[in-house]
């Protein structure tokens, strides 16, 4: 078996009602390019799979070169969320967006 990498994979799922689907999308690739103008961040996509019925399957994956890049990325995001009002709990709350989120590493 190999080494694992030092590389910390982000993997959201995100189950979107179709009338979300542009707004959440509008939100999603804003988010992106963010982060892919950080530090460490190796690559950035952004997934979509038509659903079940009138909701949509939305993946984000983001590789980040170490758990540093992570930490810094959150910290600038928080930041950037603040600045903005945005509050990304209450958003998905409001659009009916159902989530699944967190953080791997290569096994």
Do not use: I
């Not at 959440?24 to 038509?50: I, S």
């Not at 930490?71 to 603040?82: E, I, N």
């Amino acid at each position: 078996m190999s080494h694992p990498s030092a590389s910390v994979f982000r993997l959201d799922h995100f189950v979107v009602p179709a009338d979300a689907l542009q707004r959440f999308m509008e939100r999603v690739h804003h988010v992106d390019r963010a982060l892919a103008a950080l530090p460490g961040c190796r690559q950035n996509l952004v997934l979509v799979q038509p659903g079940e019925g009138a909701e949509y399957k939305v993946a984000t994956l983001v590789e980040w070169a170490d758990q540093a890049a992570v930490d810094a990325a959150r910290a600038h995001m928080q930041r950037q969320y603040a600045a903005e009002g945005f509050d990304p709990p209450a958003f998905m709350r409001q659009l009916g967006v159902r989530a699944d989120m967190g953080a791997y590493r290569a096994a």
